[in-house]
């Protein structure tokens, strides 16, 4: 590997259209996080602390889209994130967000076909092969959409999100007739919200403020996929437009297929509940969104979320391995990465990157299942590289909108430019940082600590850190001068 350079994306192709990328926006909020966690969210912090955390991560995530919403209208480029963090902050940092990225979604292929086997097995006329085959046919099935032009990717993206969009849609329109008892038989009304301790968990502000926090993570893992945007940005046919169209839709995302979500479920089914602790794939019928469906009389509930859970996994594969093949892709034009793996076929597909990238992942499934300690500290390894990655996209807009001031530039000259700079992107990393802090409130609590835990739940950090320090250690990197960036909106004529 050499020092990075600039990256050039002429062998890519821009077949993704405004509503592909509209549509891939939409389906990286809309996940198993929504359809199956969001139960022991509410039972761990109340309605109202669900509402809350959920409303506070989407605030969050919204000024994040924002911002790379900014640097990826400008420059729109394969390597996203980890382009402009080496560009704008510092080569060092753009290399371990690149690496991190890519091992983290490598991960989240492995896990996800894992899953998706599982899931099928929910359905007795497929148990007939046994679950490691139907994840290998899963994986083979992922490799091939990735081995196809790029546009094949968007149109898959696009009919399985919109599985989704439909899913919660109709969710919202049940839930809401079951509230006033129009389905179901019984008026619900509001409650639940005030059942107990509801709406919100906890010994005094202090103790419902760790409750709810509690509860940022799940939210954050939820969101975490929005960010894809900024990947896609080096294959859209009209960067210019279908990126801040997607990224203005995202607070109206957040607001409806969150927020109503969990108003919904927070209103029909207690906090107190024990159904809503099993929201995992293993109880589909345990899911919040089958609980309401069954209330309001759909027996056939169980059988249909199963299939759209299937779908948000199987999106979220091909996702990931859309993701992870690209940000590979980009290192490799840009010296980050070994320079074959810079390399597209007359396609624009990243053969080199493709094939790699699910060997690696078939290697990361056959730890798991070999060995459940291993993978674990592999899992970990991983957890935090969402929020890592968007601090890395906060301090990058930050620069980038300090330099392009210092270099005398307009900002009317901007095609998209993020609200309330600096306010936006400061308040977003400060909240970022909360969270990555917090990921175990009751570890940090305890005076006892377990070190053990601790190791896990914080492995991403370290895991980051030594990406960042071998690569400025090997290659001598500074931190980019303000005055020197290079704001060429086109990378490829630098």
């Known amino acids: 590997m050499t020092h990075p350079s600039s990256p050039s994306d002429a062998a890519m192709q821009r077949q993704l259209k405004t509503r592909h990328l509209s549509m891939i926006a939409i389906g990286?909020?809309?996940?198993?996080?929504?359809?199956?966690?969001?139960?022991?969210?509410?039972?761990?912090?109340?309605?109202?602390?669900?509402?809350?955390?959920?409303?506070?991560?989407?605030?969050?995530?919204?000024?994040?889209?924002?911002?790379?919403?900014?640097?990826?209208?400008?420059?729109?480029?394969?390597?996203?994130?980890?382009?402009?963090?080496?560009?704008?902050?510092?080569?060092?940092?753009?290399?371990?967000?690149?690496?991190?990225?890519?091992?983290?979604?490598?991960?989240?292929?492995?896990?996800?076909?894992?899953?998706?086997?599982?899931?099928?097995?929910?359905?007795?006329?497929?148990?007939?092969?046994?679950?490691?085959?139907?994840?290998?046919?899963?994986?083979?099935?992922?490799?091939?959409?990735?081995?196809?032009?790029?546009?094949?990717?968007?149109?898959?993206?696009?009919?399985?999100?919109l599985v989704k969009v439909v899913t919660v849609i109709v969710f919202l329109a049940v839930g809401v007739l079951t509230i006033f008892g129009i389905l179901g038989g019984a008026y619900v009304g509001f409650s639940n919200f005030t059942l107990g301790d509801a709406p919100f968990l906890g010994q005094g502000l202090g103790g419902q403020f760790l409750t709810t926090l509690g509860v940022f993570l799940i939210a954050g893992f939820s969101f975490q996929g929005t960010e894809l945007i900024g990947v896609t940005a080096g294959e859209s046919e009209e960067p210019e437009k279908a990126i801040p169209q997607a990224i203005k839709q995202v607070f109206w995302r957040i607001l409806i297929f969150y927020i109503l979500a969990i108003a919904v479920i927070g209103l029909l089914i207690p906090y107190t509940s024990p159904e809503l602790l099993g929201g995992d794939v293993n109880e589909i019928a345990k899911s919040p969104f089958t609980l309401v469906f069954e209330r309001a009389g759909l027996a056939?509930?169980?059988?249909?979320?199963?299939?759209?859970?299937?779908?948000?996994?199987?999106?979220?594969?091909?996702?990931?391995?859309?993701?992870?093949?690209?940000?590979?892709?980009?290192?490799?034009?840009?010296?980050?990465?070994?320079?074959?793996?810079?390399?597209?076929?007359?396609?624009?597909?990243?053969?080199?990157?493709?094939?790699?990238?699910?060997?690696?992942?078939?290697?990361?499934?056959?730890?798991?299942?070999?060995?459940?300690?291993?993978?674990?500290?592999?899992?970990?390894?991983?957890g935090l590289t969402g929020f890592i990655a968007w601090v890395g996209i906060a301090i990058s807009h930050y620069r980038f909108r300090r330099a392009y001031m210092a270099q005398g530039r307009d900002l009317n000259a901007l095609r998209y430019r993020a609200r309330w700079f600096p306010f936006g992107p400061l308040m977003a990393l400060a909240m970022c940082l909360l969270v990555i802090v917090g990921q175990d409130t009751q570890l940090l609590l305890h005076g006892d600590l377990n070190w053990q835990r601790l190791s896990v739940t914080y492995m991403g950090i370290p895991v980051f850190l030594a990406f960042f320090l071998y690569h400025k250690l090997r290659y001598r990197t500074r931190m980019v001068p303000l005055e020197e960036m290079d704001l060429h909106p086109d990378p490829r004529a630098s």
């Open 300 to 382: 056939f509930a169980a059988a249909v979320m199963n299939a759209v859970i299937l779908t948000s996994i199987l999106s979220a594969g091909n996702s990931g391995m859309y993701a992870s093949t690209r940000m590979l892709f980009a290192m490799g034009r840009s010296g980050m990465a070994w320079p074959v793996f810079g390399r597209a076929s007359r396609l624009g597909v990243p053969l080199p990157a493709v094939l790699a990238t699910s060997v690696v992942v078939l290697l990361v499934f056959l730890l798991q299942q070999g060995s459940d300690n291993a993978y674990a500290y592999v899992l970990a390894a991983s």
């Open 28 to 161: 990286g909020c809309i996940g198993t996080g929504l359809f199956m966690a969001s139960g022991s969210a509410i039972h761990d912090a109340g309605p109202g602390g669900a509402l809350l955390a959920y409303a506070a991560i989407g605030f969050m995530v919204y000024f994040f889209m924002t911002s790379l919403g900014e640097l990826a209208t400008y420059m729109p480029v394969t390597g996203s994130f980890s382009t402009y963090a080496a560009r704008f902050v510092h080569p060092s940092l753009g290399f371990a967000l690149g690496w991190n990225y890519w091992f983290n979604w490598v991960i989240t292929v492995a896990a996800d076909v894992t899953i998706a086997a599982l899931v099928i097995s929910y359905w007795e006329p497929l148990r007939f092969m046994p679950p490691w085959a139907w994840s290998g046919a899963i994986l083979a099935i992922i490799v091939l959409l990735n081995l196809l032009p790029v546009r094949v990717y968007g149109e898959t993206e696009y009919w399985m999100a």
